[in-house]
């Protein structure tokens, strides 16, 4: 397969903003909202492939394994931040574990050659000890980037199942991956700007993947969260609300069931919903392995 970057959907110039150096700014915004709708469309297209992705996610983190993004630029952005926001929504930890090339702790300082070296992408995955029990899911807009293409190929050599999240079709990227998820919505407004639709549909497909994965592992009680951790006034006083959407206990008993089980709402529902006190919550959250939604 010839690798030729300026022949991709990504990289087309889009007609209707040839003109876009002249253009109001009103008119501009509004051409990108309605680009905008070609993105929802790309994501329905591909459903089929994503729904594999979530049930490989399902079953990889229910059999202890782990699920790694790996990407570079915009891409791997992307997944850091689904992945570090897993934490905070579901109260995970190493079940979605973002790798962006560079290792940057600033974004501005990203190394931007880091992208163009394979052998990169397979030594920092390789720093993670990966076997047939992970995942390992490349981001690349293009499915060209040698980063994603490196540790996707070591990641088959270890047994290791893989996937491809990509913007354009029939890619190198897709070519070293088991399940492959095509995002194409068209020629970007500014030409080969891939953070504007093609980053859209990622993050969308993102989006479901890390939601509906914590929804089947029981991260989720009815569409209330309840893995939130009470690491923040906020987050305490979240967990609190939620527990009176859960429940439907008035604040005050909602406080009181919070201290009691120091900020532990599954123990606090479970108390509140079956009218039980600690020690016997505690014996049924163990009985229904950790998923309340087999129980309440």
Not at 100 to 117: L, N, P, Q, R, Y
Not at 157 to 185: H, Q, S
């Amino acid at each position: 397969m010839e690798d030729n970057l300026m022949t991709l959907t990504t990289e087309e110039r889009n007609p209707r903003t040839m003109d876009m150096s002249h253009m109001e700014a009103g008119e501009i915004a509004a051409v990108m909202n309605e680009e905008d709708y070609r993105c929802a469309a790309a994501v329905k297209e591909a459903l089929p492939q994503i729904v594999n992705v979530i049930d490989t996610c399902i079953s990889t983190i229910s059999g202890g394994g782990r699920v790694f993004f790996i990407g570079a630029a915009h891409s791997g952005y992307l997944g850091l931040l689904d992945g570090y926001e897993t934490n905070a929504t579901f109260g995970t930890e190493n079940q979605f574990i973002p790798i962006v090339a560079g290792h940057f702790s600033d974004i501005m300082k990203t190394e931007g050659g880091a992208e163009d070296s394979a052998e990169s992408g397979k030594a920092d995955l390789e720093a993670y000890g990966i076997d047939e029990k992970d995942y390992c899911i490349g981001l690349s807009a293009s499915g060209r980037t040698p980063y994603p293409i490196g540790a996707l190929t070591y990641a088959r050599k270890c047994g290791t199942r893989t996937a491809a999240i990509i913007n354009n079709y029939d890619t190198l990227l897709g070519r070293v991956a088991d399940d492959v998820v095509e995002l194409v919505a068209g020629a970007e407004v500014i030409t080969g700007s891939t953070r504007l639709k093609a980053g859209t549909c990622m993050k969308m497909a993102l989006n479901m993947i890390t939601t509906v994965t914590m929804v089947k592992l029981g991260k989720v009680y009815s569409n209330l969260m309840i893995e939130v951790p009470p690491i923040s006034d906020k987050m305490r006083k979240r967990l609190l609300y939620i527990l009176q959407q859960a429940s439907g206990c008035t604040k005050e008993r909602a406080k009181e069931l919070m201290e009691e089980t120091e900020y532990d709402i599954k123990l606090a529902l479970i108390m509140a919903k079956k009218s039980i006190g600690l020690e016997q919550a505690i014996k049924v959250f163990e009985e229904c392995g950790g998923d309340i939604n087999r129980v309440i």
